[in-house]
């Protein structure tokens, strides 16, 4: 079992920056890859950034992409999610989520359906 634990979601203005933090404990936090996905009121859970278990491939949505930043500390057992030049269809509750790697410097997936373990979810909202 792996538990997740987000936090770092908050309101802020558009053009804004937020940094989230995933905490992991559980299992050996370097075999997973991890991935921050968001989920809109009324939308479907979406891919947002994913990173390898060694942290040496990262992956983003184009909606993201040249935005966030997905980084890991495995000394920390923590993801990050640095948020820049927000918007408000960033608008969303950021799930982190973790997948059993066996191969450390894969690129992580873009697929719900893949990752195993799931956090509570944290509030982003982002007023224009």
């Known amino acids: 079992q792996v538990q997740l634990v987000e936090s770092g979601g908050r309101l802020v203005q558009a053009g804004g920056s937020l940094r989230l933090s995933c905490a992991a404990s559980g299992r050996t936090f370097s075999n997973y890859a991890m991935a921050w996905f968001r989920q809109a009121p009324g939308k479907e859970r979406e891919f947002a950034s994913g990173?390898?278990?060694?942290?040496?491939?990262?992956l983003h949505a184009d909606s993201v992409k040249g935005r966030f930043t997905i980084s890991r500390d495995n000394a920390k057992n923590t993801v990050y999610l640095q948020m820049n030049s927000l918007k408000p269809e960033d608008t969303a509750v950021y799930y982190c989520?973790?997948?059993?790697?066996?191969?450390?410097?894969?690129?992580?997936?873009?697929?719900?359906?893949?990752?195993?373990?799931w956090g509570q979810g944290t509030q982003v909202t982002v007023s224009s």
């Open positions: 990173i390898s278990a060694s942290g040496s491939s990262t």
């Open positions: 989520a973790a997948d059993r790697s066996y191969s450390p410097s894969s690129s992580p997936s873009s697929h719900w359906s893949v990752y195993d373990y």
